[in-house]
């Protein structure tokens, strides 16, 4: 077959074992999964008092312009309904943006490491990629910059960036922003944006006013703990999306996403909690590393990219054994460190005390 030449030797996303696949491996009862930065505490009661009461035509194609959940975002961000468009999980958004923009003989620029999406979409489309090696976890914008020339054609900007969870601090941004010519599409993945408690960043969405070439992405997967619907929204001014809003799919979000999502941005309180018990949770993991010496990235999302002095695929398996899934920096590009995502403090506290054990087993504190 005519297989597009890039696709070959590519592999299928490798997501994080599964909560089954480890119970049946390992013959234990209970699995704590802190491998995808999935809210521990789940969705706002609202979504579930919802679906405990609400019927659907199941028979009938969704809403493709998703109307009601679109006039709720415009309503709490402040922007135009025609300055949003919605995706099948922000991963669908990196994915309509890369088609629509990235062809061979053009380039993207983008951090290393970063979410490995970017990347992913990039070669399918037969781009040049460009990659710039993070400074102490955070985006090296000068040199990101110095990477762009007349074939660029997208930037990617993940901030809090993942793997590291660092947030990039809004003067730099700002800067960065104002030099990047306007034919190039600077895309800010701000999958972790309700988690920022950073006072020296600030809220992006009004650059798109003063900048008509960047898209700012966020998504209901993460801090709203409605993953298994996949709803992302992009925002930008109304040209670019009007651009973008062909290349993607007619029903490309479920009639149960759309209601669902919109009854969780209702519950602003809920996601206040989320915040406040995630940043106790961080505080047990600092204070976990600052006793035993291990370096971590000062995290703005509901993960933490720790040190661990041992191959991390090692203490990946002896955490797995132990009923914990997280990720190994082998993984994502950050040997020598494991990510593992904040869970309620009572997983925390339990998940710490197996590390420890790990650790110790290793040798690490010798
Ligand atoms: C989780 C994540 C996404 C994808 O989120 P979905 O909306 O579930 O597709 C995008 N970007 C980053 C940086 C993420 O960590």
């Known amino acids: ?39 521990p505490f789940g969705s706002s009661p609202k979504v579930h008092e919802f679906l405990a009461n609400e019927s659907f035509n199941f028979a009938l194609y969704p809403d493709g312009y998703a109307t009601n959940l679109r006039a709720a975002v415009a309503t709490k961000l402040g922007v135009e309904e025609n300055e949003l468009i919605f995706g099948n999980g922000s991963d669908e958004l990196i994915s309509i943006i890369t088609r629509a923009l990235l062809y061979p003989g053009v380039n993207t620029v983008m951090a290393k490491p970063t979410f490995s999406q970017y990347s992913h979409n990039a070669k399918i489309e037969g781009a040049e990629i460009r990659e ?18 007349d074939n660029t054609a997208v930037v990617w900007v993940c901030s809090p960036n993942n793997p590291t969870g660092v947030v990039i601090e809004d003067a730099p941004l700002q800067a960065f922003l104002k030099k990047v010519p306007s034919d190039v599409l ?8 309700e988690y920022v408690s950073n006072d020296r960043h600030k809220d992006t969405i009004p650059y798109i006013q003063d900048n008509p070439n960047i898209i700012i992405l966020r998504t209901f997967s993460k801090a709203y703990g409605l993953a298994a619907f996949r709803v992302g929204y992009g925002i930008a001014n109304k040209e670019l999306i009007a651009k973008l809003d062909p290349v993607r799919g007619p029903f490309n979000n479920t009639v149960l996403s759309q209601a669902i999502a919109q009854v969780a941005l209702e519950d602003d ?21 600052g006793k035993n010496n291990l370096h971590y990235f000062t995290t703005d999302t509901n993960f933490i990219l720790m040190e661990v002095k041992v191959d991390s695929d090692v203490v990946f398996q002896e955490l797995m054994k132990r009923g914990f899934i997280i990720r190994s920096g082998n993984a994502l590009g950050t040997p020598g460190y494991i990510r593992v995502t904040i869970g309620t403090q009572a997983q925390n506290e339990a998940f710490l005390t197996q590390l420890e054990a790990v650790l110790q087993e290793q040798g690490v504190f010798s």
């Open 1 to 39: 077959m005519k297989w597009k030449e890039q696709i070959t030797g590519m592999k299928a996303y490798q997501p994080g074992k599964s909560i089954d696949a480890v119970k049946k491996e390992f013959d234990l009862d209970e699995i704590v999964k802190l491998a995808s930065n999935e809210n």
């Open 132 to 149: 710039v090696p993070l400074v102490d976890g955070n985006h090296d914008l000068d040199a990101m910059f110095d990477a762009i020339d």
């Open 186 to 193: 600077v895309v800010l993945d701000e999958a972790y944006f």
């Open 269 to 289: 309180a809920y996601i206040e909690k989320c915040r406040e018990e995630n940043n106790k949770g961080k505080k047990q993991f600092e204070e976990f590393c």
